[in-house]
């Protein structure tokens, strides 16, 4: 848990981290002002307003476009750092965005006084030229085409900064989504373990009574009994997994039959069927144990033999669990029990709604315990619940 957290943490500060320019961006900025450079001096040199262009204006035309974008190049790598740090969702936003346009008010002036002064160094105007003051050429906004590139440069600082806070969030949330996951997992491994914990004591109890039952007149009886309980409680310490192949489930409740035979002394009817389109089926570990259970408490009969009939069968995509008994058929209260109940919150955990538990009367007589729960063969995420 605070691992999680402290990737958490490293993620919520990842944002920051990223915004910062890189060598690779920062030799694509250089490389798109030497190509737009490249271009305003083609295109000064090209241009058909200027004809017979003597060689030492070609070589201030060239100069100039360099110089000015040089310039850029070397201002573009703040100013996309400053739009970085330029973050909507916090507040004071009106005084960041006003702070903005003031720095680019102020860096527009000053790429313009600079290119006035290299273009009266490299082309210096006719002796009749009237020059224009610093502040004639602020009044008159010559300095605005200098603003547009730079609210174009800051325009695509804030769009990189937009993205990249937008990737880093998704990744965030991934992460988050990820941990909710693992903690959902975790809690659901919990409570089957906490389900199963109370489930092995109440069937212990009742099992223990049995042996209890036949120890005075029935010893090899009860060795039998005992025999085959330190099995299924073995199994219930080594296995871990929620959900095991049908076989298996099966096999362990046959042994929990055996256990019933010998506190019926011969007297219990009890028979398996298993559809073979379930025979490779996973279910839900210990899942007929306490149908088997409830079956014994409350559907054995009052006198003869007891029958218990076991059956898995596939209706479409469920996977259907029928324990039936010839006893009286359901009792009241009997639905709500510790056996089914727990067997209910089980499923619910494991499948959600999914699956389902009934306790319903048979068609010759007694009760059904019936479970339908999706048809599987494979592991499963048991966390959908």
């Not at 990842?14 to 190509?35: D, M, N, Q």
């Amino acid at each position: 848990m605070a691992r999680a957290r402290h990737e958490s943490l490293e993620a919520r500060h990842e944002p920051a981290a990223r915004l910062s320019l890189g060598w690779r961006e920062i030799a694509t900025i250089v490389a798109c002002w030497a190509f737009l450079a490249l271009l305003a001096a083609a295109g000064r040199l090209l241009d058909p307003r200027i004809p017979d262009l003597r060689p030492e204006v070609s070589s201030a035309l060239i100069t100039m476009s360099v110089v000015e974008y040089a310039f850029w190049a070397a201002l573009s790598v703040p100013i996309v750092w400053l739009a970085g740090r330029f973050d909507p969702t916090t507040g004071r936003r009106a005084a960041r965005v006003l702070a903005l346009v003031a720095l680019g008010i102020a860096i527009a002036i000053g790429m313009d006084f600079v290119l006035r002064a290299a273009r009266m160094r490299l082309l210096p105007p006719p002796r009749r030229f009237r020059r224009s003051g610093p502040f004639d050429a602020i009044l008159a906004f010559e300095f605005l085409p200098d603003f547009m590139v730079y609210l174009a440069v800051l325009g695509a600082g804030l769009t990189r900064a937009y993205f990249l806070r937008y990737r880093a969030r998704l990744e965030e949330t991934r992460q988050l989504q990820a941990e909710t996951d693992r903690l959902h997992v975790q809690l659901t491994d919990a409570r089957l373990s906490a389900l199963r914990a109370q489930l092995n004591p109440h069937f212990l109890f009742n099992t223990l009574n049995g042996v209890s039952a036949l120890l005075t007149r029935d010893p090899g009886g009860a060795r039998r009994m005992i025999s085959r309980l330190s099995e299924l409680l073995r199994h219930s310490l080594e296995e871990t997994e929620p959900e095991i192949p049908i076989e298996r489930e099966v096999e362990l409740a046959q042994r929990y039959l055996d256990i019933m035979q010998a506190r019926f002394e011969g007297s219990l009817d009890a028979a398996i069927e298993i559809d073979p389109r379930a025979a490779h089926a996973l279910v839900p570990n210990l899942v007929l144990q306490p149908l088997i259970e409830n079956a014994f408490k409350h559907g054995t009969p009052a006198s003869g033999s007891a029958r218990v009939r076991i059956r898995a069968t596939v209706e479409g995509a469920s996977l259907v669990l029928e324990v039936s008994d010839n006893g009286p058929g359901p009792t009241s209260g009997a639905e709500h029990g510790v056996g089914l109940g727990n067997t209910r919150e089980r499923l619910h955990a494991l499948y959600g709604d999914a699956a389902s538990l009934e306790l319903v009367s048979g068609r010759m007589g007694g009760a059904v315990s019936r479970v339908r729960l999706p048809l599987h063969t494979s592991a499963r995420d048991t966390s959908r619940g």
